[in-house]
């Protein structure tokens, strides 16, 4: 999953941004509205952590926009992250077209949480995923095959998790990019490759994940 943070906060939001790529998300983190606009203009994210007090204007008029600027692709969920903790505040983040509502000071648990439950309702779709013999709990970072359980890295996981929410799809190494990976992917790396044969190394055989020839990657489940 491919969060965009906005937080400008110097301290926290890179704090937030490890934490979260420490879950095996990947995270896009902007400091400003205009940091935020320009990836928001060329990037598909699946949740938005949005900050409202930035230095450049105000996180809820971007909220606002979100839902009418066709030069912005909106984010799955939105989640706003902020010190306005009235209720006038948080009505009218929600109004705005937030899915979510998080006051600070926080704890990185209740982020992650409530991450896991936004996640859930974009994907319409449990913590729990199974596909053929694999079963992925996306709440705590397990996964197994035939029972057997996989000791993945973070980033094998989120790989895993991508395919696992479509599988027999096609999927192409951008697709993985953009949902695996952040904004400081290099395109013209093996990153893809690499963290892929080691996934189909720990998942074992039968084999499970088809390479397709010209096009990309799927994943076939065993019965």
């Known amino acids: 999953m491919r969060i965009l943070l906005v937080e400008d906060d110097r301290d926290l939001g890179p704090?937030?941004?490890?934490?979260?790529r420490n879950e095996a998300y990947a995270v896009d983190l902007a400091t400003t509205c205009a940091e935020a606009?320009?990836?928001?203009?060329?990037?598909?994210?699946?949740?938005?952590?949005?900050?409202l007090g930035l230095p450049d204007g105000d996180g809820m008029d971007l909220v606002r926009r979100l839902g009418t600027d066709p030069a912005l692709r909106r984010p799955r969920r939105l989640l706003v992250l902020t010190a306005r903790d009235a209720v006038d505040d948080r009505v009218a983040g929600l109004d705005a077209g937030a899915d979510d509502?998080?006051?600070?000071?926080f704890s990185f648990q209740e982020l992650a949480a409530r991450l896991r439950a936004l996640s859930r309702r974009a994907d319409v779709s449990g913590a729990l995923i199974d596909v053929g013999d694999l079963r992925l709990d996306a709440a705590a970072h397990r996964a197994w095959r035939g029972g057997r359980e996989l000791r993945l890295t973070p980033r094998e996981f989120s790989m895993l998790r991508y395919f696992m929410h479509h599988p027999g799809r096609t999927v192409t190494a951008e697709d993985l990019l953009e949902h695996v990976w952040d904004a400081n992917a290099d395109p013209f790396t093996a990153s893809v490759r690499v963290i892929l044969s080691r996934l189909r190394r720990k998942l074992g055989e039968?084999?499970?994940?088809?390479?397709v020839t010209g096009v990309g990657y799927r994943l076939v489940a065993s019965p």
């Open 101 to 105: 509502y998080l006051v600070k000071p």
């Open 15 to 20: 704090v937030l941004a490890l934490g979260l």
């Open 37 to 51: 606009e320009e990836l928001l203009c060329c990037n598909d994210f699946d949740v938005a952590c949005l900050d």
């Open 206 to 211: 039968p084999g499970l994940l088809e390479t």
